[in-house]
T-cell receptor, first 112, second 111 residues
């Protein structure tokens, strides 16, 4: 079966701009989680969506937001980009959350 | 908050030897633990998991050991191969809480 698909793979944005990243989960998976990965901080949890509702939220500023659609696809948005937002953004899907997470290959965001 | 940490940031092993990667966790309520492998340019790939009602679980060439008394998790890779070179992360959670990841250990296999 198809894995978790994240688009785009690479993105370069300028400070102050906004960006939207997309994640298509494994078919049948209803939970989608987002993580930010940087060399200094490792993998940090952003938020989790389950059945179109945000179920958990990490410790990130309000510039980071997300949503989930009825087909379980999810998007995350970062507004007013800062240089420190440069990172690999990973999406993971799970049947119901709590276990069985499968990660996508990520979107590499570079803010210049 | 609670965190999951790793003892060693890098590990170099000879091809064919066994590798042991360690992880300490601090949340005594955690009941699910996972090891992931991440190769350059890719997302984390599931290796093996274990629930807190077990202390050992084996997969193909990999074994995870869980010691709840000292809150310690380890990943053993038998007959390490060059393809095992990657960064390895432990992660834990309980119920529907988010996965908490350790910082990662880079495994380098010397041919």
């Amino acid at each position: 079966k198809a894995g978790v698909t994240q688009t785009p793979r690479y993105l370069i944005k300028t400070r102050g701009q906004q960006v939207t990243l997309s994640c298509s989960p494994i078919s049948g998976h209803r939970s989608v989680s987002w993580y930010q990965q940087t060399p200094g901080q490792g993998l940090q949890f952003l938020f989790e969506y389950f059945s179109e509702t945000q179920r958990n939220k990490g410790n990130f500023p309000g510039r980071f937001s997300g949503r989930q659609f009825s087909n379980s696809r999810s998007e995350m948005n970062v507004s007013t980009l800062e240089l420190g937002d440069s990172a690999l953004y990973l999406c993971a899907s799970s049947p119901t959350g709590g276990y069985g997470y499968t990660f996508g290959s990520g979107t590499r965001l570079t803010v210049v | 908050g609670e965190s999951v940490g790793l003892h060693l940031p890098t590990l170099s092993v000879q091809e064919g030897d066994n590798s042991i990667i360690n992880c300490a966790y601090s949340n005594s309520a955690s009941d699910y633990f996972i090891w992931y492998k991440q190769e350059s340019g890719k997302g984390p790939q599931f290796i093996i998991d274990i629930r807190s009602n077990m202390d050992k679980r084996q997969g193909q060439r990999v074994t995870v050991l869980l010691n709840k008394t000292v809150k310690h998790l380890s990943l053993q890779i038998a007959a390490t191969q060059p393809g095992d070179s990657a960064v390895y992360f432990c992660a834990e959670n309980s119920g529907n809480t988010p996965l908490v990841f350790g910082k990662g250990t880079r495994l380098s296999v010397i041919a």
